[in-house]
């Protein structure tokens, strides 16, 4: 075998089965590195996925009797929907056209940005693992360190170094406090992934500077940062400066990290709903109940609170209108009109900025039921608006051109690769929502891009299908979209991310992460964060049912992607904990895990693979145990808590039923989600 040329070994390789190929790993270091190939772990990921199953699907389908046909197309007329598929009168493509034009529209790779399929492989079917960072515990007179009573999280945050790497945890506690964790290796062997590096006094986050002296007053998270429509961004971490800005109540808290000392409190006029990621030198976007302002950190307030430090020179551009005193204001600098966005309906719930060099937008989601865009350079004023018909709690961004349905091969025979590949060579980035419709879940993408790039990108014809609008729904003119409605949940959807080479990973009201194609419909695999077990992943299949379990505890693809239209009625009953946010982190080069902040106030890191075993065995504080009482009155309370949620979702579901009859069967509308096969 050493003898043999590579290209033959590959060869023979691609006709292993996955677990053998990594068993061969083991053999040597030059089996090792063949093992490895990128080219032969993109086609093993591309035959295991739904967009591959689909197409092996309809060559089946198209093998049929012209009797069976017939009666099929009978049935796909009367319960048709649109999602962007072409019917084709042209002559058919042979079956390696076919396979050629699935890859093209699957592959995840993009201009400037290459994948590793081998750990794409591992994200997609190996299993899954969640590790619970330690347990804040409240200290009590008369207790030992550790015996106290657990403490919830009321956000997250992440620190990141200078190479982009995430080292530590952030989050304000119930108590008013603050707490640092590390999940990376870090550069003492005291601080084990996982464990409590640091803490502050409770009561610094209060909401006047008299009261975090004697932190006896404790911060209620539920009643000021969480809504009925999903969780709130009130965490927000600047890395290069190494501050933290944190939203409680009408306050804005600026931290420094370094000494976890309070550096600035703002206050603002309604109660904080949601904050911008801090991007230095660019001021961070706060949104309140009614307002949005402008708050730069570099500029001088003269309305600093007592509890600032007054060496620290900044202003608050866009906030309260309240004109500074004389004795306040520098010789060289004059009072500026300061302005804020006074919004028509209240309640914003994720800020997003662009993260493109120079860029000034801003997108605004909320209980109101259209994307707000503003440009900084010209605040207050907006510069437009797209339509969605949802209330979306979380934004976020796919840092590649969106290609809309019509211009997909896979779905359009009629689309050239060539046209394709020019979409995806186009610059522009793809924005994401996740929130609510109507009761169920709705994922949402839209296609962001200069009128100029498409001129330049995109031919006549493919540019007017880009600028019809696009997808099922659409947005503005001018902006393509995609609205999954009808496979994505049947409950809201809490939170969205990036995650890995083009997969879109979001949480539901069920306790599950998902993970999709970029495509926005195509199920990878998915995770239930109340399973005491390590889940195995699922092996594609989403569109025919095919594809085989993957990882070692069977699979969750083929399956649950071909029976999501009735999820209504098979997915099984929760009764545990809800993923309220979602934060992408690379803990080493290679690694891309997941951060989760619950709705239980706990966080925890979501792994794959079997090197990944989570965090040391860590209960409370200082080794202490995490919860007061015995273990009976721990299960008294798990108790309790399941009946109360199974209570509440009972009267959930009936509320969906009477609210959407008939969706069970399309019906209802909803914008066009990506329902059939795709």
């Known amino acids: 075998m050493d003898n043999l040329p590579a290209e033959l070994i590959l060869l023979i390789l691609s006709y292993l089965p996955p677990p053998d190929i990594i068993h061969l790993q083991l053999v040597s270091q030059r089996f090792h590195n063949l093992a490895r190939s990128n080219d032969l772990w993109k086609a093993i ?38 999602d962007g598929n072409q019917n084709c009168e042209s002559e058919p493509l042979s079956e390696g056209t076919k396979r050629k034009r699935a890859l093209a529209s699957w592959d995840p790779t993009w201009p400037g940005r290459d994948v590793d399929f081998w750990e794409e492989y591992v994200h997609r079917y190996a299993d899954v693992g969640v590790g619970w960072v330690q347990t804040p515990t409240e200290a009590k007179r008369g207790a030992t360190r550790g015996e106290g009573q657990s403490l919830e999280a009321g956000g997250v945050g992440v620190v990141g170094d200078r ?41 610094l986050l209060t909401a006047t500077p008299s009261e975090h002296t004697n932190g006896r007053q404790s911060l209620s998270f539920q009643s000021t940062s969480s809504n009925d429509t999903g969780a709130v ?44 990621q801090a991007s230095h030198p660019n001021p961070i976007t706060v949104g309140t ?113 969106f290609v809309p349905r019509e211009l997909d091969p896979a779905r359009n025979e009629n689309v050239a690769l060539g046209d ?19 009761g169920k879940g709705s994922l949402e993408l839209y296609g962001l891009s200069n009128h100029e790039d498409r001129q330049c990108y995109l031919p006549g014809g493919v540019a007017e299908v880009w600028g019809g609008g696009g997808g099922s729904g659409g947005g503005s003119a001018g902006t393509p979209s995609y609205k999954n409605r009808f496979t994505a949940s049947r409950t809201r959807l809490l939170s969205v991310a990036p995650h890995g080479g083009g997969r879109i990973v979001f949480s539901d009201g069920d306790g599950n992460l998902k993970w999709v194609e970029k495509d926005g419909s195509s199920l990878v695999r998915q995770f239930n964060i109340n399973e005491t ?30 029976t ?115």
């Open 163 to 203: 190479d982009g790497l995430v080292q530590q945890v952030v989050a304000p506690l119930e108590d008013g406090s603050i707490c640092m964790w590390q999940i990376g290796d870090g550069h003492s062997a005291t601080a084990k992934p996982g464990r409590i590096i640091s803490r502050t006094k409770p009561g």
């Open 289 to 401: 109940a009614e307002t949005i302002h402008l708050f730069d950190v570099r500029a001088h307030n003269p309305h600093l609170s007592s509890a600032s430090d007054p060496s620290v020179k900044c202003e608050l551009i866009a906030g309260p209108q309240v004109p500074p005193t004389p004795a306040n204001v520098p010789n060289n600098e004059h009072p500026q009109q300061q302005q804020h966005v006074q919004l028509t309906q209240p309640g914003p719930l994720s800020i997003l900025h662009v993260p493109t060099p120079s860029s000034n937008d801003l997108w605004i989601s909320g209980r109101f039921t259209s994307l707000l865009h503003y440009d900084r350079r010209f605040w207050p004023q907006i510069a437009g608006t797209l339509f969605s018909g949802a209330r979306l709690s979380c934004l976020s961004m796919l840092p590649h051109s």
């Open 45 to 82: 990921c591309f035959d295991s996925s739904a967009t591959e199953s689909t197409r092996r699907w309809r060559e089946m389908r198209a093998a049929q009797s012209e009797e069976l046909a017939a009666l099929r197309n009978a049935m796909s007329d009367a319960f048709s929907r649109e």
């Open 420 to 438: 394709f590949g020019r979409v995806k060579d186009m610059p522009g980035v793809t924005l994401m929502g996740a929130g609510e419709y109507r």
């Open 564 to 678: 999501s239209l009735w999820e209504h009625q098979h997915t099984a009953e929760n009764t545990g904990d809800i993923v309220q946010k979602i934060l992408p982190v690379s803990r080493s080069a290679k690694s891309n895990d997941l951060l989760i902040w619950t709705g239980d106030g706990k966080i925890g890191l979501v792994g794959f693979g079997k090197n990944f075993d989570g965090f040391v065995e860590l209960e409370g504080e200082d080794g202490g145990a995490g919860e007061v009482g015995s273990e009976e009155e721990r299960e008294k309370e798990e108790m309790y808590g399941r009946g109360m949620r199974r209570a509440l979702e009972g009267l959930a579901n009936e509320t969906r039923f009477v609210r959407g009859l008939g969706g069970l069967f399309g019906f209802g509308g909803g914008g066009g989600g990506g329902g059939g096969w795709w």
């Open 233 to 276: 961004d009130n965490v927000s971490v600047d890395s290069a400066l190494n501050h933290a800005y944190f939203a409680t109540a009408n306050h804005l808290h600026q931290i420094d990290l370094q000494t976890l000392q309070l550096v600035r409190r703002q206050e603002f006029p309604f109660p904080l709903t949601c904050l911008s």
């Open 533 to 562: 077990s390590r889940a195995g992943g699922g092996g594609g299949g989403g569109g025919g049912g095919g594809g085989g379990g993957g990882g070692n505890r069977g699979g969750t693809g083929g399956a649950q992607a071909a």
